[in-house]
Nanobody
């Protein structure tokens, strides 16, 4: 059974930083990419950033220059360093893993940025 467990969310003031982590378990091999999506209140889920097994990264325009995604392949873990946070970054952040056997999602972690 594949599981993705997120951690690191919380409440932070505008301009502050948070680091999210997502650890994947139950996977032996075949991770194509891992990434982060977010769902702001009342809005649809959107891609924040992802990183492939070859370390190619993609970022939403709204977070470029502020967020950095990285991964530790040995630990099947992906990180999202979020700096210069804004109130519009408030959302539930959900981890995603695209694996040879399917597409998997975590339960999400709440990030709240107070202005």
């Amino acid at each position: 059974q594949v599981q993705l467990v997120e951690s690191g969310g919380g409440l932070v003031q505008a301009g502050g930083s948070l680091r999210l982590s997502c650890a994947a378990s139950g996977i032996i091999f075949g991770i194509k990419s891992m990434g982060w999506y977010r769902q702001p209140p009342g809005k649809q889920r959107e891609l924040v950033a992802d990183i492939t097994s070859g370390d190619t990264t993609t970022y939403a325009d709204s977070v470029k220059g502020r967020f950095t995604i990285s991964r530790d392949n040995a630990k099947n873990t992906v990180y999202l360093q979020m700096n210069s946070l804004k109130s519009e970054d408030t959302a539930v952040y959900v981890c995603n893993a695209q694996i040879s056997i399917g597409n998997y999602w975590g339960r999400g972690t709440q990030v709240t940025v107070s202005s």
